[in-house]
Nanobody
Framework: VRLVESGGGLVQPGGSLRLSCAAS????????VRWYRRAPGKERELVAA????????NYADSVKGRFTISRDNAKNTVYLQMNSLKPEDTAVYYC?????????WGQGTQVTVFS
């Protein structure tokens, strides 16, 4: 079982990044997926969530209107499109796939928004 995040990096305020989370080793289409982030010295924060079939999404108030979560179950991948990035978006972003029985995590990808 693997979840591998990619797409993080350095970006200036106002810029964009697209994170990807590639899954393998389990039936990805049966799992809801969430993106979390943890900034230095802060608690882990739920950023966005999407249901297994992609029919419903939710966002933290801090990212509404700027971030979009989506998934392609044929590619076993979930995405987080991040626009209008702010310095306070700087964090390690983690992908989490869960159902009633299992809970899987990726290793994280660093996003740094600097002036």
């Amino acid at each position: 079982v693997r979840l591998v995040e990619s797409g993080g990096g350095l970006v200036q305020p106002g810029g964009s990044l697209r994170l990807s989370c590639a899954a393998s080793g389990f039936t990805f289409s049966r799992y809801d997926v969430r993106w979390y982030r943890r900034a230095p010295g802060k608690e882990r924060e739920l950023v966005a969530a999407i249901t297994s079939a992609g029919g419903s999404t939710n966002y933290a108030d801090s990212v509404k209107g700027r971030f979009t979560i989506s998934r392609d179950n044929a590619k076993n991948t979930v995405y987080l499109q991040m626009n209008s990035l702010k310095p306070e978006d700087t964090a390690v972003y983690y992908c989490n796939a869960r159902n009633w029985q299992f809970d899987y995590w990726g290793q994280g990808t660093q996003v740094t928004v600097f002036s």
